[in-house]
Nanobody
Framework: AQIVESGGALVQPGGSLRLSCVGSSPEFEIYTWGWYRQAPGKQREMVAKITPSEFITYTNPTEDRFTISRDNAHNTVYLQISNLKPEDTAIYYC????????WGQGTQVTVSS
């Protein structure tokens, strides 16, 4: 099983990004998937998760700026982030919260003017 995240970039405050996570684990569609982030000097934290039935939980105070979604046909989980703020700067990862597999490399999001 492998995870590949992409979509991170250097953006100005107020910008938007859509991050993608492709999980090659078998039966992708039966698992809950989550997005996490690790800011410099801080521990990795979950920001959102989505169940197989697409019940969504945002576990970080995201002020409605984060939207998680999934496309089971393409083994992909997305994280849309709008109105980006400097404090969103972090490496973003995805994984299965309940039965995690090996972490991917993550994708760097840097918010700076």
């Amino acid at each position: 099983a492998q995870i590949v995240e992409s979509g991170g970039a250097l953006v100005q405050p107020g910008g938007s990004l859509r991050l993608s996570c492709v999980g090659s684990s078998p039966e992708f569609e039966i698992y809950t998937w989550g997005w996490y982030r690790q800011a410099p000097g801080k521990q990795r934290e979950m920001v959102a998760k989505i169940t197989p039935s697409e019940f969504i939980t945002y576990t970080n105070p995201t002020e409605d700026r984060f939207t998680i979604s999934r496309d089971n046909a393409h083994n992909t989980v997305y994280l849309q982030i709008s109105n980006l703020k400097p404090e969103d700067t972090a490496i973003y990862y995805c994984n299965r919260p309940v039965t995690p597999i090996a972490w991917g490399q993550g994708t760097q999001v840097t918010v700076s003017s």
